[in-house]
T-cell receptor, first 112, second 115 residues
Framework: DQQVKQNSPSLSVQEGRISILNCDYTNSMFDYFLWYKKYPAEGPTFLISISSIKDKNEDGRFTVFLNKSAKHLSLHIVPSQPGDSAVYFCAAPQGGANNLFFGTGTRLTVIP | DAGVTQSPTHLIKTRGQQVTLRCSPKSGHDTVSWYQQALGQGPQFIFQYYEEEERQRGNFPDRFSGHQFPNYSSELNVNALLLGDSALYLC??????????????FGPGTRLLVL
């Protein structure tokens, strides 16, 4: 049962434009969400998170929006840069604090 | 600071064999979690070790076992390998199990191919 879903396997965006990556979840008990970025041959690295008591969290060029009623979150990257090209995973904690349900990932390509 | 290191980087085994993967946590970290990432999928939680004991386990069969040593490093063992065990195995470390996911660091992974 895929509790965290990323329905777009890939996304291409021009440099300088906005990238929007989407994630849906089914478990209404999730109270915390994270986004990770993964480059080839590297492990995922934490990017940004959001608590379920908020609907927006911003960190520099990265903003995550949470719509609890729709069980949907999105990651906005503005402006997109070629170095942002990577696979992005959304994730939510399961049970213990360090155990995560991951989505299947979205490969972002930023075209110079 | 070397971060989380894993060995080997790549491994090829045949069905039925056994494999051991190794992980050294980031300096100062004492908790190690293992994840399996199959091709085209997100990482799936296997288990977590803290104080040399398995603390939590995901939906993986008993063929998957682990160990944590006094220096906090960890091993993942998989017995009776199946073709479906081919995946990237990721190790993640943190300080204490409940100290927050934002402080969890992942290693680069071990790519296992089962033929």
């Amino acid at each position: 049962d895929q509790q965290v879903k990323q329905n777009s396997p890939s996304l291409s965006v021009q440099e300088g434009r906005i990238s929007i990556l989407n994630c849906d979840y089914t478990n209404s008990m999730f109270d915390y969400f994270l986004w990770y970025k993964k480059y080839p041959a590297e492990g995922p690295t934490f990017l940004i998170s959001i608590s379920s008591i908020k609907d927006k969290n911003e960190d520099g060029r990265f903003t995550v929006f949470l719509n609890k009623s729709a069980k949907h979150l999105s990651l906005h990257i503005v402006p997109s840069q070629p170095g942002d090209s990577a696979v992005y995973f959304c994730a939510a904690p399961q049970g213990g604090a360090n155990n995560l349900f991951f989505g299947t990932g979205t490969r972002l390509t930023v075209i110079p | 600071d070397a971060g989380v290191t894993q060995s080997p980087t790549h491994l090829i085994k045949t069905r039925g064999q056994q494999v051991t993967l190794r992980c050294s946590p980031k300096s100062g970290h004492d908790t190690v979690s293992w994840y399996q990432q199959a091709l085209g999928q997100g990482p799936q939680f296997i288990f977590q070790y803290y104080e040399e004991e398995e603390r939590q386990r995901g939906n993986f069969p008993d063929r998957f076992s682990g160990h944590q040593f006094p220096n906090y490093s960890s091993e993942l063992n998989v017995n009776a390998l199946l073709l479906g065990d081919s995946a990237l195995y990721l190790c993640a470390s943190s300080f204490l199990p409940g100290q927050g996911l934002r402080t969890q660091y992942f290693g680069p992974g071990t790519r296992l191919l089962v033929l």
